[in-house]
């Protein structure tokens, strides 16, 4: 009879939120309703929208898919086999995760943990 131990890499890891984009735009729109209130009023609406996007939604690593959850319920699995290159833009202040996969291409605000994003990246999706 053989064991095998799961290495590190199989468990699932699920990123915790990251308001940091949308408080910033919440509270940079302040400011600018006073100047010009329709387009201060839309970056204070696309910030509430993202902190409702922040809380609602989940992001787990598993060992073979990204997966997207709202709340319990799987709205999308991205297979790794299918990554052909990923991008976390701006490493000092990191907004934009970047990822394209065979048929598609796809750009999600950093609404989570940048740091084990990356990490879960360089070690599931190494680039090449």
């Known amino acids: 009879m ?24 919440v509270l940079g729109s302040i400011p600018i309703l006073l100047l010009q209130p329709w387009v201060g009023g839309a970056i204070a609406l696309l910030g509430l929208f993202l902190m409702l996007q922040a ?3 989940r992001f787990q690593f598993t060992a073979t898919d990204f997966d997207l959850y709202r709340g319990e319920k799987l709205i999308r699995r991205f297979p790794y086999r299918e990554w052909q290159n990923w991008r ?10 970047y990822f394209k996969e065979i048929n598609s291409i796809h750009f999600l605000p ?17 680039r090449i």
């Open 2 to 25: 053989t064991t095998s131990s799961v290495p590190n890499a199989l468990s699932t890891v699920e990123l915790k939120p990251s308001y940091n984009i949308p408080i910033v735009l």
């Open 55 to 57: 809380v609602t939604l």
């Open 88 to 97: 976390i833009f701006w490493d000092r202040v990191p907004i934009l995760f």
């Open 110 to 126: 950093i609404l989570f943990d940048p740091k084990t994003l990356k990490s879960c990246l360089e070690e599931r999706c190494p």
